[in-house]
């Protein structure tokens, strides 16, 4: 398994980029379902996801081609195939997102369920009643939902579901009724600008939706979506880490290729901690605060500050001086990062759907596991802020979000190494102490570890 070992207390200085959004390219990827003819997707991201998407739809029949560094090609060849398997789904939660084209360009589909995960309970059904107002007939079999439909027709949905509006349940009911007979008029959708960058990729391909980035959405349906090309935004989740890594090391990044306007929540919240936030058009300078405010955060649906940010804010404001407090209303158990921060010094407890974090205090380092995407992102910052040395497990979790983050944060002087563990990393001890029996596992401590382990020059994942 591969690691990151980090050595913090370095500030990063310099200039970076952000590569294409993730969760744009995602549900535009799986809209090539919906598509007569190829739909070729610029700036999209080298990682985990978007490779376990690209099987997903091989398996549904779509020729998914990289043509280019970036650059996609995607082409339905079998429109017979509609099985969306649980070996892929489980990886990933937005292989969902198949479930609107499915059915509105090959009237049938039979996804596994997606289940819950790491971030808590993720149900989907404002997906299923928004695909079944415009038509389409479910069924549970086995832990797949079976849906069928014939020519889906246009109406009136209110996809407002218990905490906000549905961000992969918008995309998929977009997509579906772009193909309806009809005008589809949807209210409360999600306001996002992965969604808003979807619905511009879906009219480059002749579809006919109005007002996304807004929550209501006027879609006249069309017989068919034909052939485009699109750029995938850039991603403002992979920029809003890279500023918390500029803040929480006392540094001062540039993060280029950034939309500052799709920023605004995070560029307050890191003003009112006390950094520097200069925007550009495209760019966003961060210079942090020698000393740092605590605050009390909520993170809400757009253009409220992005769950998806939470866990790295929290990890800054281990460094605030006082109490902070961070609320998440959309995730209100996302909060996996939180004993791991604890684990390398932080001081936080849990108030229901709140963290409490009490700062500044000193992070000397230790051996964590990442147990989702932006928890591990939270423990890379929280890494760099750190004394000493931190080694931080499962960082495959890391590399479904995140390109090639530890070359990224290496150009910004930071000290951060991806290396296997061998499976000598964990020594078992066999003595005899008083009372007799085995004692516990002996781990090596984190250095003499970082002497065994075989350092990657590259990853050579597929
Ligand atoms: C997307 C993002 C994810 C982000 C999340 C919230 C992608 C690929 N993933 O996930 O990174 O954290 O938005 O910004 O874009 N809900 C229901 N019923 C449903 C669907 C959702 O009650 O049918 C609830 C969820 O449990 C959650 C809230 O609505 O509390 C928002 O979830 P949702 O926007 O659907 O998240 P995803 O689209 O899965």
Redesign the pocket.
Same mark, same amino acid.
């Given at each position: 398994m591969e690691m990151f070992i980090i050595r913090g207390g370095k500030p990063l200085r310099g200039i970076v980029e952000v590569q294409g959004a993730?969760?744009a390219a995602? #549900?535009i990827m799986a809209a090539a379902i919906a598509a007569e003819g190829p739909l070729t997707l610029h700036n999209v991201p080298d990682l985990g996801d978007i490779r376990t998407q690209a099987a997903l739809l091989r398996q549904l029949g779509v020729d998914v081609e990289r043509t280019a560094e970036r650059t996609y090609r995607l082409q339905t060849r079998r429109p017979q195939e509609c099985l969306a398997p649980f070996d892929l789904v489980r990886r990933m939660?937005?292989s969902?997102?198949v479930l609107g084209p499915l059915l509105a360009r090959r009237g049938r589909a039979c996804v596994a369920l997606p289940g819950g995960c790491h971030?808590?309970?993720?149900?989907?059904?404002?997906?299923?009643?928004g695909l079944a107002a415009l038509g389409a007939d479910f069924r549970m079999q086995q832990g797949y939902v079976v849906g069928t439909a014939r020519r889906l027709r246009g109406t009136t949905i209110d996809l407002a579901?218990?905490?906000?509006?549905? +961000?992969?349940?918008t995309?998929n009911v977009m997509t579906a009724a772009a193909l309806a007979r009809g005008t589809t008029v949807i209210h409360h959708a999600?306001r996002?600008p992965?969604v808003e960058d979807l619905a511009a990729c879906l009219n480059r391909l002749g579809a006919s939706i109005a007002g996304a980035g807004t929550s209501t959405l006027v879609i006249d349906g069309v017989d068919a979506l034909g052939s485009a090309a699109h750029s995938v935004l850039p991603d403002r989740?992979e920029a809003a880490t890279l500023m918390c890594a500029a803040v929480i090391t006392r540094g001062a990044v540039q993060i280029r290729r950034a939309r500052p306007e799709h920023l605004a929540a995070v560029i307050d919240a890191l003003e009112r901690i006390g950094a520097v936030v200069h925007c550009q058009a495209d760019r966003v300078t961060v210079t942090a605060a020698a000393e740092m405010c605590p605050l009390d955060i909520v993170a809400r649906?757009?253009p409220g500050l992005?769950?998806?940010v939470q866990a790295q804010l929290t990890a800054v404001l281990t460094q605030a001086a006082g109490v902070s407090r961070i609320t998440d209303t +959309?995730? #209100?158990d996302r909060f996996m990062h939180v004993s791991e921060l604890m684990r390398l010094g932080a001081e936080i407890h849990r108030e229901g759907a709140s963290a409490v974090v009490r700062g500044p205090t000193p992070l000397p380092g230790a051996q964590v596991i990442a147990s989702d995407?932006?928890a591990s992102a939270a423990l890379v910052l929280a890494g760099l802020a750190a004394s000493g040395e931190t080694i931080l497990r499962r960082i495959d979790h890391l590399d479904r979000g995140y390109e090639r983050l530890e070359e990224r944060l290496r150009a910004l002087g930071g000290d951060v190494l991806r290396t296997v563990d061998t499976p000598a990393g964990i020594v078992p001890r066999r003595s005899s102490p008083p009372g007799g029996g085995l004692v516990p596992p002996h781990f090596r401590t984190p250095s003499a570890l970082a002497e065994r382990v075989t350092v990657c020059s590259r990853r050579t994942k597929g």
């Open positions: 993730k969760n995602l #549900p939660r937005a969902i997102c971030i808590g309970h993720r149900p989907i059904d404002l997906h299923l009643k579901g218990p905490r906000g509006s549905t +961000v992969t349940g995309c999600a996002e992965e989740i649906p757009y992005p769950t998806d +959309v995730f #209100p995407l932006r």
